[in-house]
């Protein structure tokens, strides 16, 4: 709101009364001169009161149509040269601020460079006669995408305020980051005339990102190299966990810590043991003996699989493996007496294979028994899966009492699988420390 001076009308009248009273009294002397009428004393007083009467008549009227209106004007003009002195100093400030704290450059209409700061010049490292008149490309890193650029132009066209982070090259080819804001400056149709470019250096905060970028990415190799690591380990010790666990009873150890042990009440032992094994033996070195079992036990490995029986243990020539556990079926007689037929199939070719080499034969017994038992893991070191009952000891009776080349089964066993292979009744056969066991030759094992 504009404040101006209160006027003294009365104070300003004196001057102006008095020269309009000159003014007429000049006026009507002249005339009285040129009529030459003599003057009165009366005529003098009529020509000196005249002027001031008139002059006082006539005052408020050009006081209020010249005075008043040019003393406004006056006030109003000095008030305006104030507010703009103000205006000036505050956007001379903001220019300093501006100057100080920012990277400043401003181009034409077509992109041309038509001003720079000092820190414009700092940072690039150009003179400002080597910037005026070229467009920003001078400085360009080739980093950014050409849809980048075309969004910027897109953007500052329209009229709008444009915003990011741009990587830019120094003459000297160093690189840096500005955080860099486009101002279009509109004319009267609102197209822009020239655009005001305002940047901050954050060479030092992209840098700093970058690198935790990159660690965090040599990080993330590291943790997935690592991750695969430990899932190939992993994949090893469970593999190495199966071959010595029945799979149900390592997930259970897993996930537990421990394995309760279980009662089966139809489960199937098979043991295989080699006739004269320690003369056999004494006649080879301990690696060719160890070479031998290995590929006779490799062997039963896939046979048992094949006949879904789960190994349980080998005690120097002899292996044990059983069939109905760690999950319960009705087959497992009839799976363990197939598997114990395929493998003396397997004994059979390996020693024609033998002869013909000329090199001594190994003669296998095997024996069969049908029972109920207990199995699993008991300890809390080098966990074995086992099984204890008086059905392990008949099983084992079956193998002692068996003969070469031949499946010795018990009546249990024979039961249950009578109607899927051909057996003979040995009779009544003495068992040690069980007395007598009615014992079966299984006949086609061929």
């Not at 000196?48 to 009467?53: E, G, K, N």
């Not at 408020?60 to 008030?79: A, G, N, T, V």
């Not at 470019?197 to 992209?206: P, Q």
């Amino acid at each position: 709101m504009l404040k101006f001076k209160r006027i003294n009308p009365i104070k300003s009248a004196f001057p102006l009364i008095s020269l309009l009273t000159l003014i007429i009294f000049l006026f009507e002397t002249i005339i009285m001169y040129f009529l030459e009428d003599w003057f009165t004393l009366s005529d003098i007083a009529q020509i000196i009161i005249d002027p001031i009467l008139l002059s006082i008549l006539i005052f408020p009227f050009l006081y209020f149509l010249f005075y008043r209106p040019f003393q406004y004007s006056i006030e109003q003009l000095k008030h305006t040269n104030i507010k703009l002195s103000q205006n000036i100093k505050e956007l001379s400030d903001y220019k300093y601020a501006l100057d100080k704290a920012s990277i400043v450059a401003i181009t034409d209409n077509e992109g041309k460079i038509t001003s720079v700061n000092d820190n414009f010049c700092e940072i690039t490292k150009y003179y400002k006669d080597e910037l005026i008149g070229k467009d920003h490309k001078i400085i360009k890193a080739n980093y950014h995408s050409k849809e980048f650029f075309r969004n910027l132009w897109e953007t500052i066209q329209e009229g709008k305020v444009w915003r990011n982070e741009v990587l830019n090259k120094a003459k000297d080819g160093s690189l840096f980051w500005l955080d860099t804001a486009i101002v279009p400056f509109l004319d009267e149709q609102g197209k822009p005339f020239k655009y005001l470019t305002i940047r901050t250096d954050i060479t030092a905060r992209k840098e700093s990102e970058l690198a935790f970028t990159k660690l965090m990415e040599e990080l993330e190799q590291k943790v997935e190299e690592r991750t695969h690591q430990l899932q190939a380990e992993k994949k090893k010790s469970d593999k190495l966990l199966l071959n010595i666990l029945p799979a149900a009873t390592a997930e259970e150890l897993k996930e537990k810590g421990f394995s309760i042990p279980r009662y089966y009440k139809m489960v199937t032992i098979l043991f295989t043991d080699f006739q004269a094994f320690s003369k056999s033996a004494s006649a080879i070195t301990p690696k060719e003996l160890l070479q031998i079992l290995n590929q006779f036990f490799m062997a039963f490995d896939d046979i048992i699989e094949k006949h879904n029986l789960e190994k349980i243990k080998t005690i120097g020539d002899a292996y044990m493996c059983a069939g109905g556990l760690p999950i319960e079926n009705t087959s497992n007689a009839i799976d363990a007496v197939g598997a114990a037929c395929e493998m003396h199939n397997w004994v059979a070719k390996w020693n024609t294979d033998r002869i013909s080499k000329g090199l001594d034969t190994w003669e296998m017994r095997v024996g069969v028994h049908t029972g109920e038992l207990i199995a699993g893991v008991i300890g809390k070191k080098k966990f074995v899966y086992d099984v204890w009952g008086d059905a392990v000891n008949i099983a084992s009776r079956m193998e002692a009492n068996g003969e070469i080349g031949k499946v010795n089964i018990s009546q249990a066993t024979y039961e249950l699988v009578k109607n899927q292979f051909s057996c003979t009744y040995r009779g009544k056969i003495e068992a040690k420390g069980m007395g007598e066991i009615d014992m079966y030759f299984v006949e086609n094992n061929s």
